[in-house]
């Protein structure tokens, strides 16, 4: 049995249900939605759906489903009973007390689009990843508050290490699904290639209509390794002989299931010599592992695909502090057509905080010219002092405005 672990965004979660009437909670299959939400809200009746049967006539009726199962209530999997989305929306327009709704859902498409009208403007919506690294550790911790709240002391402070996580080899491996982080490392193989396999015979049909699932396979297998990288469709429909449409349409399925994540790039250059595109990860690097028959995370060093990796593993980790946070920042990433790049870059009231990711144990000086020349292309930014995150010691500086710091600090 799993020792339950306690989420980063339990608090922001249990505060926006006492604020709104309807809450979404969306993520990937299998990141612990139904887990956190009934050891978060023990009092709620919970009803998960399932697209092969039609739970206490949801589909066929719902104003009688919901008269039989008052609020507060949970309903998991929301887009196998879509029916109830429109009689949600007419219930909280006649009454708009907090906390009546709880929803879930595994698919974007389903869970914000679903029947003829939105909850826009009547519910709030979260996401959910798999476990971060304070998850893991079980150590409250937000190290990017503490950066975007005041970046100067952030990078002065003193910097502590997780005391209990894995080798960074073994976390790439695993990935961040929940069972996966404490499963023996012999069964993993067979638990990514049955979600793989879960996911596209259950997920992928219900979404869309794809003739050659196998296709679609090999069509995931490509974008687990092109992971970290901007997107083109016209490369992905070339590699795989189909068209950049169908390419853009099963890449926004993987958008839409969360197997995929996109930033946008920063181009704000009156120049135009930064890319527009936008930059793409894979959300869980256990999948990508499996998907590209990686054996071990023995077999990562010296991967060639192991720094794409790293990138998406430590951008998931941002991004999964951030959902805890009342105001996050927004992400972008910047590139120019000469090649000088930023990995991730956070905005937030009006400041801009740069962020390198270097699968190096010890990043030097010459990791920062792609943080050096966005300063000095945009001077007129505030621009915060710089971060390299990767697999180091300690936290060191290695230029006026940027430091080094360790991967797993807490």
């Not at 798999?130 to 002391?153: C, H, K």
């Not at 982080?181 to 990514?192: E, G, Q």
């Not at 595109?277 to 894979?282: D, E, F, L, P, T």
Request: hydrophobic residues 40%; contains cysteine; charged residues 20%.
């Amino acid at each position: 049995m799993m020792i339950y672990r306690i989420r980063q965004i339990t608090r922001t979660l249990q505060d926006l249900v006492t604020q709104f009437p309807v809450v979404v909670l969306s993520g990937a299959r299998q990141v612990g939605k139904s887990t956190l939400l009934t050891h978060a809200f023990p009092a709620y009746k919970q009803v998960t759906f399932d697209p092969a049967q039609d739970i206490g006539n949801a589909r066929s009726d719902p104003e009688l489903f919901l008269n039989s199962n008052p609020a507060p209530l949970i309903l998991d999997e929301i887009q196998y009973a879509p029916e109830l989305v429109a009689v949600i929306k007419r219930r909280v327009d006649q009454n708009r007390a907090p906390g009546q709704y709880i929803l879930t859902g595994s698919q974007q498409w389903a869970v914000l689009k679903t029947a003829n009208e939105s909850l826009a403007g009547r519910a709030v919506f979260l996401e959910l990843e798999g476990f971060s690294l304070a998850e893991i550790a079980q150590v409250p911790t937000n190290w990017i508050d503490r950066y975007l709240s005041d970046p100067t002391q952030f990078v002065q402070g003193a910097c502590a290490r997780f005391p209990s996580i894995p080798s960074v080899y073994e976390f790439l491996y695993r990935g961040s699904l929940p069972e996966a982080t404490s499963m023996p490392l012999k069964f993993l193989r067979r638990f990514h290639d049955s979600y793989l396999t879960t996911y596209i015979e259950r997920d992928v049909r219900l979404l869309a209509e794809i003739e050659d699932r196998q296709l679609f396979g090999r069509f995931t297998q490509l974008i687990a390794a092109l992971t970290s990288q901007e997107i083109n469709h016209s490369q992905l429909g070339r590699e795989l002989g189909i068209s950049y449409k169908t390419a853009q349409r099963w890449l926004r399925i993987l958008r839409d299931t969360f197997q995929w994540i996109e930033i946008p790039a920063y181009h704000n250059n009156p120049l135009k010599r930064a890319s527009g595109k936008s930059k793409g990860y894979i959300a869980d690097t256990g999948l990508a592992c499996a998907l590209q028959r990686i054996s071990s995370p023995a077999a990562l060093a010296g991967h060639p695909l192991t720094g794409a990796l790293f990138e998406s593993a430590v951008g998931a980790e941002i991004r999964k502090q951030m959902a805890s946070l009342t105001a996050p920042a927004r992400t972008h990433h910047w590139r120019t057509f000469a090649g000088a790049e930023v990995d991730l870059l956070l905005e937030r009231d009006g400041v801009f905080f740069p962020i390198e990711i270097r699968l190096a144990s010890r990043p030097n000086r010459g990791d920062t010219r792609g943080i050096r020349a966005f300063r000095e292309s945009h001077s007129h930014l505030r621009i915060a002092q710089g971060l390299i995150i990767a697999p180091a010691e300690e936290k060191i500086q290695v230029s006026d405005t940027e430091w080094v710091l360790p991967w797993d600090t807490v």
